[in-house]
C-alpha cells in the first residue's frame, strides 16, 4: 500500500522527478537524508553532467572563431538513447543507485517481466502499473530495431506526428512496380481495421494494439507491447482484448466471430501458442514443462525467453527443463542469464553441482567495463 514505509518519496517517486538524486539511506537511525543536483527533471538527467558543456559554451560565446565541434560532447546510440529512457519508464529494482545517462540498464536495474504472477497478462499486456519498457521490449517493434526516438521526440515525449501517420512512417508501403502510381500499402489502416474513420474509436492503430489503461485516475497510458487482440484468449484464459474494452457491451464470442470473418488463419500465429503456453504454466497445466522447453528452443525475442526460464524454474527436477537452462546461463541477453540464476538456485544452492559451478563462473566475468563515472557528458 501507499503508505508503507517501501513506498515512501525517497525510496519510490524521488529518483524519476529530480536529476542525479542520491537516496542516501541511513540504516542506524532509519532515515533517508536525500539529496539531488536538481529538484525536477532537469538536462543532466537525460545528458549526464554539463558543467563541460557550459564552461565550453561560455568560453566560446560572442567569439568571431569557434571551434566546429564542442569536445565535451559525446552522442549517445540509439541503444543507449533507450537505456537512459527505460529507468523511469520500467517497472524495476534498484541494484547500484549510481546509474548515468549512456549506461546499460541491467548493470543498474532489475527488470519486473511477466511470470507466476498477474502483475502482466500472459500475452504481456501490462495489467499493474508496470510502465512502458518491458511491454516494449516484449514487442516485434523493438526487436525490428524500434527505438523511442523514432516515435518520440525525446524532449517532450510527444510523438513525432499524430495519429496512425506515425505508424505509416514504417508501415506504409512499398514503391510500385510501375513509376508514377501510388504505393503499395502494407497495411490500409481502414481496410485492416474494418471500421469507418481515423477519428472514431477502433480506426486508430493505437486502440488496437496499444490499449490504453488509466493510472492514478490521472495519467493515461499506451501498451507498448504492440499485442494484437485476441478475444479467443479473453475465452481460454481471461485475458482483455482491445475489442472488448471498446464494445464493452458485446461478449468476447461475439469479438472473436468478427476477427475469424476478417483474418482468418492470421489469427493463429506463434502470439497466440506462446501467451497460450505462458497462461498454461501459471496454472502447472500438466504439458507446461514440455511446453516452456519448445518455447525456449525456437523464442527469438530475449524479454520471451526470460519468461519462459522464469516459469521453468517450477520443473527443474521432473524434466530436462534444467539442462536447458543451464545454457541459458551463456544467453546473450543480460535479463535471460539473471533469470536463469534465480530459476537455478535450488541447484546452484548446492555445493559442487553444475550449477553451482556454472554460476560461479558467472561471477567471474567482468560485465561492467570502466568508471562510468568518467564518461564524459553526452548528447541525444
Given at each position: 500500500h501507499w503508505t508503507g514505509r517501501g513506498m515512501t518519496w525517497n525510496s519510490m517517486c524521488a529518483s524519476c522527478h529530480n536529476t542525479r538524486l542520491r537516496k542516501n539511506y541511513d540504516p542506524a537511525t532509519d532515515a533517508y537524508h536525500t539529496r539531488a543536483a536538481e529538484v525536477a527533471v532537469g538536462c543532466e538527467s537525460c545528458h549526464g553532467p554539463m558543467r563541460a558543456h557550459t564552461d565550453?559554451?561560455?568560453?566560446?560565446?560572442?567569439?568571431?572563431?569557434?571551434?566546429p565541434t564542442d569536445p565535451t560532447v559525446t552522442r549517445l546510440s540509439r541503444d543507449q538513447m533507450l537505456h537512459t529512457c527505460a529507468p523511469c519508464h520500467a517497472r524495476r529494482g534498484e541494484l547500484t543507485g549510481d546509474f548515468k545517462?549512456?549506461?546499460?540498464?541491467?548493470?543498474?536495474?532489475?527488470?519486473t517481466i511477466p511470470d507466476?504472477?498477474?502483475?502482466?497478462?500472459?500475452?504481456g499486456q501490462v495489467r499493474d502499473e508496470d510502465y512502458e519498457f518491458t511491454s516494449f521490449l516484449s514487442s516485434r517493434m523493438h526487436a525490428a530495431g524500434v527505438r523511442c526516438v523514432d516515435c518520440h521526440e525525446p524532449h517532450s515525449s510527444k510523438p513525432r506526428v499524430p495519429g496512425n501517420l506515425l505508424c505509416l512512417t514504417c508501415h506504409a508501403g512499398t514503391p510500385p512496380t510501375v513509376p508514377g502510381l501510388p504505393l503499395v500499402p502494407k497495411i490500409d489502416p481502414l481496410a485492416h481495421s474494418h471500421h469507418r474513420s481515423e477519428t472514431e474509436p477502433g480506426g486508430r492503430c493505437v486502440d488496437c494494439h496499444m490499449p490504453l489503461t488509466t493510472y492514478m485516475q490521472r495519467h493515461p497510458r499506451l501498451d507498448h507491447g504492440f499485442t494484437i487482440p485476441d478475444p479467443l484468449l479473453t475465452k481460454?484464459?481471461?485475458?482483455?482484448?482491445?475489442?472488448?474494452?471498446?464494445?464493452?457491451?458485446?461478449?468476447?464470442?461475439?469479438?472473436?466471430?468478427?476477427?475469424?470473418?476478417?483474418?482468418g488463419g492470421k489469427m493463429n500465429r506463434p502470439s497466440r501458442t506462446r501467451a497460450q503456453w505462458v497462461a498454461m504454466a501459471r496454472t502447472n497445466a500438466p504439458s507446461s514443462a514440455?511446453?516452456?522447453?519448445?518455447?525456449?528452443?525456437?523464442e527469438t525475442n530475449s524479454l520471451w525467453r526470460a519468461v519462459g526460464v522464469g516459469l521453468a524454474r517450477r520443473w527443474l527436477n521432473e524434466t530436462n527443463l534444467a539442462e536447458t537452462l543451464l545454457r541459458?546461463?551463456?544467453?546473450?541477453?543480460?535479463?535471460?542469464?539473471?533469470?536463469?540464476?534465480?530459476?537455478?538456485?535450488?541447484?546452484?544452492?548446492?555445493?559442487?553441482?553444475?550449477?553451482?559451478?556454472?554460476?560461479?563462473?558467472?561471477?567471474?566475468?567482468?560485465?561492467?567495463?570502466?568508471?562510468?563515472?568518467k564518461r564524459p557528458f553526452s548528447v541525444m
Open positions: 565550453w559554451q561560455r568560453k566560446y560565446a560572442g567569439a568571431a572563431v569557434k571551434p545517462p549512456g549506461d546499460h540498464f541491467f548493470d543498474h536495474f532489475t527488470l507466476e504472477t498477474d502483475v502482466f497478462h500472459p500475452d481460454q484464459f481471461g485475458i482483455p482484448n482491445a475489442c472488448n474494452r471498446c464494445h464493452q457491451d458485446k461478449n468476447a464470442d461475439w469479438s472473436l466471430g468478427h476477427v475469424e470473418q476478417w483474418y514440455a511446453n516452456l522447453e519448445r518455447l525456449l528452443q525456437v541459458h546461463l551463456t544467453d546473450a541477453d543480460p535479463l535471460v542469464r539473471a533469470t536463469a540464476v534465480q530459476s537455478l538456485e535450488p541447484l546452484a544452492a548446492q555445493p559442487g553441482s553444475r550449477a553451482n559451478a556454472a554460476v560461479q563462473n558467472l561471477l567471474r566475468i567482468q560485465v561492467r567495463k570502466g568508471s562510468p563515472s
